[in-house]
């Protein structure tokens, strides 16, 4: 049987993305409405936010809502008419009218069959792995930077919903260079790893699956560069699970950034 595995290099930046006003009185020329956004317990929309904004007539607004550890997140309900996806978590709608929306969640992880570790573990695994590396060339230790995560998150989830596997971002995710500081730098690593490696055979164990990213990575020398770039002082690394086909994969997006 042949042994599967995906991977790419550095990361192409694109433009940020649209939202709306907060408070009341914005959305510009024309006529406004009023976006209210609220979540259930076990997670946040994280864009635009929550609470309500002013938003021009016709305004795509894009919305990420993110889970808490534990919980997965469901679908939105409220006035959901000009949701493009009510089931995922990273879509947008459009204000034609002023409405009210809201994130839902349910506890327990959206964990695919025969999968028995969750996306955060799988996250912070490989974080802990990327550190060992990094130690055995004398370099600092990354901290987990909670923006970074966030975007990396992101992206993981928006490959697997939007079937794509690319640096590239999707319409309405926000680029690898969200709020950057001056006088920063980001990288970024890909895998799409297959939690079995052959069909008919056992699924990979957490451990397993994370180290085998972590050797591909440093296998290749674009992704061993972010990972021992000497400048590098913080990551984020996101995980979503994609069911295709016989197989079970796993999204995984690491972004790097230092200061120079």
Partial sequence: MKRIGSLLIVAALIAGMAGCSGGVGGGGYGESHILTITSTAGGSVTFPGEGTFTCAEGKVVDLLAEPEAGYHFVNWTGNVGTIANVNSSLTTITTNDSYSIQANFLEGSSIPLGINYTESEVEELIIVLVND?????????????????????????????????????????????????????????????????????????????????????????????????????????????SEEGAFTYIYITQIFEGDY
């Avoid at 966030?150 to 993981?156: K, N, P």
């Avoid at 596997?165 to 680029?175: A, T, V």
């Avoid at 690593?189 to 990213?213: D, F, H």
């Fill in 133 to 241: 590396e990094r130690q055995q060339f004398d370099l600092t230790t990354l901290s987990e930077d909670a923006l970074l995560t966030s975007l990396a998150r992101e992206h993981s989830t928006s490959m697997v919903e939007n079937n794509f596997f690319s640096h590239e971002r999707y319409p309405g995710e926000r680029p690898l260079s969200y709020n950057m500081s001056p006088g920063t730098i980001r990288g970024e690593n890909l895998a799409k790893m297959p939690t079995r490696e052959y069909i008919p055979g056992p699924y990979l164990s957490l451990q397993e699956v994370c180290e085998w990213a972590v050797s591909s990575w440093m296998d290749s020398s674009g992704h061993r560069e972010n990972i021992l770039e000497p400048l590098y002082a913080r990551t984020g690394v996101g995980v979503s699970f």
